[in-house]
C-alpha cells in the first residue's frame, strides 16, 4: 500500500462519484464514476454484491486516449473472496478470512508455473523453499522468503508450492505491504480459484488469471480496487 491516506467514500458503488445517470442513458463505466483510480492507465476492479457475499465480478480496464480518457472494459471473470466476505482494510484483523476492501497498487507477479507468453510484469518463479511470512514477531512479516528465515515459525507461514493451482500464477496485492501494520493481515493476492472461498485473497479462473497476466503491462501503473456495488463501504487508498 502507498503511504498518505486518501478516503474515498462508496456512494452506490464501489468509489462512486458524481451524478446518477439519467433515467434511460447507459451508465457510465465504473472507472469513470471512481473518486481515485490510481493514476495509471489499467485498473482492475473485484466488486461483490455486499461486505457479506463470497462471490462476484473481476474486470479490467483500459483508459484509452491517456489520463483524461475514457475507461473501456478489456475482460472481466466470476471471482471468489474471503470465506468470510470483505472488510474494511484499514481495519481488518488477520486471520477473519475476510478480503480487504480498499485500492492498492500490484507490486509483482508470481508462480508455480511459468509466466504466460507475453507476461510483462515481474515474474518471481515459487520454488521449494519459497514461503510467504504471516508470523507477527518475524522481521520477515508479509514477505516472500526464500528461505523461510528461523524467526519466521514454519505455522505462522504459508509454503507456496504446497498450492500448485491456486499459485499457478498470481499478483501480489499491496494490502498491508509497504509499512506492514503486525495483525493488519498477509498475504493478499489474486489468483487462480480453487474448490472454494478464499482466506482473503481474490481468486478467478485459471484462463482468466492468464489473460490479466498477458493485458497487465506495469508502465500503465495498474492498480486493483475491491469493494461493494451495493453498499455504502469506506474505502481507502494508502
Not at 165 to 182: C, I, K, S, T
Request: include cysteine; aromatic fraction near 8%; charge should be positive.
Amino acid at each position: 500500500m502507498r503511504p498518505g491516506a486518501v478516503a474515498a467514500l462508496v456512494s452506490a458503488s464501489l468509489l462512486l462519484v458524481g451524478a446518477v445517470p439519467a433515467r434511460g442513458s447507459a451508465p457510465r463505466p465504473l472507472p469513470d464514476r471512481m473518486a481515485d483510480t490510481g493514476g495509471g492507465t489499467q485498473l482492475i476492479t473485484a466488486v461483490a454484491p455486499d461486505t457479506g457475499a463470497t462471490t462476484g465480478t473481476l474486470t479490467w480496464w483500459d483508459r484509452e486516449g491517456g489520463a483524461d480518457g475514457r475507461w473501456v472494459r478489456a475482460g472481466s471473470a466470476p471471482a471468489r473472496f474471503g470465506a468470510a466476505g470483505l472488510a474494511d482494510g484499514a481495519t481488518r484483523a488477520q486471520g477473519t478470512n475476510t478480503t480487504p476492501t480498499g485500492l492498492y497498487d500490484l507490486p509483482y507477479a508470481f508462480g508455480v508455473e511459468a509466466a504466460p507468453p507475453g507476461t510483462a510484469y515481474r515474474y518471481r518463479p515459487v520454488r521449494e523453499d519459497s514461503w510467504w511470512c504471516q508470523d507477527n514477531a518475524s522481521r520477515s512479516y508479509n514477505r516472500w522468503t526464500e528461505p523461510r528465515p528461523a524467526d519466521c515459525r514454519a505455522a505462522e507461514a504459508e509454503h507456496l508450492i504446497t498450492y500448485a493451482e491456486q499459485y499457478a500464477h498470481a499478483l501480489v496485492v499491496g494490502f498491508n505491504y509497504d509499512r506492514p501494520v503486525r495483525g493488519r493481515g498477509t498475504g493478499i493476492f489474486l489468483h487462480v480459484k480453487g474448490r472454494g472461498a478464499t482466506a482473503g485473497c481474490v481468486s478467478v479462473p485459471a484462463e482468466a488469471m492468464r489473460r490479466v497476466l498477458r493485458w497487465a503491462d506495469p508502465r500503465e501503473r495498474p492498480h486493483i480496487a475491491v469493494g461493494t456495488s451495493g453498499g455504502a463501504t469506506a474505502v481507502t487508498r494508502y
